[in-house]
């Protein structure tokens, strides 16, 4: 019964975000743009309820005003995406992921008494046709992948959980581009975002992907053509560029992936860069603290304190409505207020290596249970994701949210006490080995974050997803809660 009422919804959903995109795509009118994003709103109302009143009112007060640079961006979007393609991100990344998803994993929260997350990384294999400076991925090899049975597992048990986002990582994801698309193909109700270092985008795969309509790649870039290639390779610039081109062509969305180091900060927050990413088609991008993770790790490229700080306002700068640029970019270290500090664990996200192993985090390569042996939520409730959940936050002041970069002892703790082993076969890293690496680095940046996060006033969100202890008792956050 439920499957056949998520089919009749689905396909009523389906109905709506078609008209709706006609509706947009066939006017310049503004105020007919605005009708329709908020008629979107009240859909939304009616799924999240009460509890998302205020913040659904606020968008449409941005909605209604033309200058807005949200809605500039969003305009952009629907103008230069297929509208096919459009209607699909829609259907499985709007109602599947964020509306129904939503409500879904809230409720297994409850119901399991673990963390349940919304969205799953995974590597299709450890291949990469490169070898950048300091990516881990270099060490790891090309001797692991996951079947297409496995990556099938992880998506049909994610799903029953309320997961429908899965972004998939390595090595390079496309390096196994069949099986990807054929994954695609069999869950259309999922959304799927590869991140890539884009040497393997072509026409004909570009053609698969419009048709598709739920998969969009995240481009490994790091400013000019210089920075860009001294850590990615000779040519790797030329790539993107050509990758960009052909996505646009074809009205794919996409968005870029930025590793931030000490040698790269300024020329990958230069208003030349996000202008030039925004003329290529890319509206939106992830930003990622280089972390010295591996065997290979150059710790030496990790940002300076001061490079952080930088960081933190440029981004937060571009973001803000008084700039022009019509880019999204969200920082992975340094947002965690908004997201409530570390999401790994499976709090929001978890990550499954080329291995099988289930990992709390991307850059946390520790892991005591594996996609062969245990089912999704077997993960979620083994010793090592528990202390994530029962840990989380692991600082109050959401600038030093990581229980490795800025709080090594408590990742130290945590491996230890749940007997987590390291995951990188190639070349092994024990736990004291990484969390030395970061420890001089905790200790210069807590000054600064303590006074960065006292000099703003912060907002409580009104769903946090920490324990009932944690939730009633705020102090127990931040090295004085056990490892259970």
Avoid at 153 to 161: Q, Y
Avoid at 356 to 368: M, Q, W
Wanted: proline share 5%; hydrophobic share 35%.
């Amino acid at each position: 019964m439920e499957n056949f009422t998520h089919a009749v919804e689905r396909k009523a959903m389906a109905f709506v975000i078609d008209k709706l995109i006609n509706n947009v795509s066939q006017t310049d009118d503004y105020e007919k743009r605005a009708e329709v994003y908020e008629e979107i709103a009240d859909i939304a109302l009616k799924f999240y309820g009460d509890e998302a009143k205020e913040t659904l009112e606020s968008i449409k007060t941005y909605v209604r005003n033309p200058e807005n640079k949200w809605m500039r961006l969003i305009n952009h979007v629907i103008d230069e995406a297929n509208p096919e393609y459009a209607k699909k991100m829609l259907l499985n990344l709007g109602y599947e992921s964020f509306f129904k998803g939503t409500k879904t994993i809230r409720e297994n929260r409850e119901k399991y008494h673990c963390n349940i997350p919304w969205l799953i990384l995974f590597d299709p294999t450890s291949a990469c046709n490169m070898h950048c400076v300091g990516c881990w991925s270099g060490t790891y090899g090309h001797k692991s992948s996951l079947s297409f049975e496995d990556m099938d597992k992880i998506v049909t048990e994610g799903k029953a959980l309320g997961a429908h986002l899965y972004m998939l990582t390595g090595g390079e994801p496309m390096v196994r581009k069949n099986d990807v698309l054929r994954l695609c193909e069999k869950h259309d109700d999922c959304f799927f975002a590869a991140y890539t270092n884009s040497t393997l985008i072509d026409e004909d795969l570009c053609k698969k992907v419009q048709k598709l309509g739920n998969l969009t790649f995240m481009l490994s870039i790091e400013g000019t053509p210089d920075t860009n290639d001294a850590r990615r390779g000779a040519g790797h610039y030329g790539s993107v560029m050509k990758a960009m081109d052909l996505l646009k062509e074809y009205g794919i969305v996409f968005g870029t992936s930025v590793c931030y180091t000490r040698a790269n900060i300024e020329a990958v927050t230069s208003d030349d860069f996000f202008r030039m990413l925004t003329d290529k088609g890319a509206y939106f991008g992830f930003y990622f603290h280089f972390m010295p993770v591996g065997n290979n790790a150059v710790p030496e490229l990790m940002p300076t304190p001061d490079q952080r700080m930088y960081m933190i306002r440029r981004i937060r700068e571009i973001r803000s409505e008084e700039n022009p640029i019509p880019f999204f970019p969200m920082d992975f270290q340094n947002d965690g207020e908004y997201v409530g500090g570390c999401i790994a664990g499976g709090r929001n996200y978890f990550h499954i290596n080329s291995n099988g192993d289930a990992e709390p985090c991307v850059f946390i390569h520790f892991s005591d249970t594996n996609i062969h042996t245990h089912s999704i939520l077997e993960m979620l409730k083994s010793p090592l994701f528990m202390a994530y959940h029962e840990g989380q936050p692991f600082n109050r002041n959401h600038l030093r949210p990581c229980p490795m970069l800025e709080n090594p002892e408590l990742l130290r703790r945590i491996v230890k006490e749940t007997n987590a082993h390291q995951t990188n076969e190639e070349s092994p890293e024990e736990v004291d080995h990484l969390c030395d690496k970061c420890t001089d680095y905790a200790e210069a940046w807590k000054p600064y974050a303590e006074e960065e996060w006292n000099r703003e006033e912060h907002k409580k969100p009104s769903y946090e997803n920490y324990t009932e202890e944690k939730r009633l008792h705020p102090e127990l956050a931040a090295f004085e809660h056990p490892v259970s």
